[in-house]
């Protein structure tokens, strides 16, 4: 591809749309996470552009994930990413401290039903007994940031209700309330897509890059006590690993 070629369906680079990019670029560094812009109008009027020229700068920077709109309400800068941090020796495992924020829930479905073959075979139940299906949207700093839906035997936590499921720590939860304490875990995490479900929920378009992360937990005399599968927003949240090496690391 020569130099005065360009992408398809991507506009040829101007020195007035450039003058514009870097201008936001600028109020980007100056700003805080999440901030909301000028006008494209008030915008345009300021640097004596027009408004096509601002929109198409402003697309480029909505597009390299500067910046996101938010359809009737503006062009905001990036909001911070929750950090969820992992530590801990890769021998022995990882610890997983509670994410950044206060997290809040709210509780889409609450029902028990019956195991059936694959749950009985990952809880070792029979099929015929109860588990505890919770749905909740994970809330923090006033956004929903996840979709969290958990298995647990019904058996394990007598009398739960769907308020207690809205604030706190689920594990602090089985710990204080049910006498189970957590202390193991299997995670794995892989990216996906919204569906129009899930997309509705997190208030993110349909096919917006999510974080899939399915958990097995056992407590310290080594039962399965919940299965939770999660989708994370993909702009919202990261996960940060900090890990000890040594001369067998690779």
């Not at 006033?142 to 604030?167: C, K, N, Q, T």
């Not at 189970?180 to 378009?205: G, K, R």
């Not at 974080?211 to 097995?216: N, V």
Request: glycine content about 8%; proline content about 6%; cysteine-free.
């Amino acid at each position: 591809m020569t130099g005065s070629q360009t992408r398809p369906g991507r506009k040829p680079a101007t020195a007035k749309r450039d003058r514009v990019r870097d201008h936001v670029l600028q109020l980007i560094d100056a700003a805080a996470p999440g901030t909301g812009l000028d006008s494209e109008r008030d915008m345009a009027a300021a640097l004596g552009v027009s408004r096509p020229t601002v929109r198409a700068a402003l697309q480029e920077l909505v597009d390299s994930g500067h910046l996101v709109r938010h359809q009737g309400r503006g062009t905001f800068t990036n909001p911070r990413k929750i950090d969820q941090a992992l530590t801990g020796d890769p021998a022995t495992g990882l610890a997983a401290p509670s994410a950044e924020g206060v997290w809040t829930s709210q509780v889409v479905s609450f029902k028990t039903s019956a195991a059936g073959a694959s749950r009985a075979t990952r809880f070792g139940l029979s099929a015929n007994e109860l588990i505890l299906r919770v749905i909740r949207v994970r809330v923090v700093e006033e956004e929903p940031m996840a979709i969290e839906r958990i298995d647990v035997p019904a058996a394990l936590v007598p009398g739960l209700r769907p308020a207690d499921m809205e604030s706190g720590n689920f594990y602090h939860l089985l710990r204080d309330r049910h006498g189970i304490a957590v202390s193991e875990a299997v995670q794995t995490m892989e990216p996906t897509v919204a569906n129009p479900e899930q997309a509705e929920l997190l208030d993110v378009d349909v096919y917006a890059p999510l974080l899939l992360i399915e958990r097995t937990t056992k407590d310290s005399a080594g039962r399965v006590v919940e299965f939770a599968q999660s989708v994370y927003r993909g702009d919202r949240y990261r996960i940060t690993t900090r890990l000890r090496l040594d001369d067998a690391s690779g």
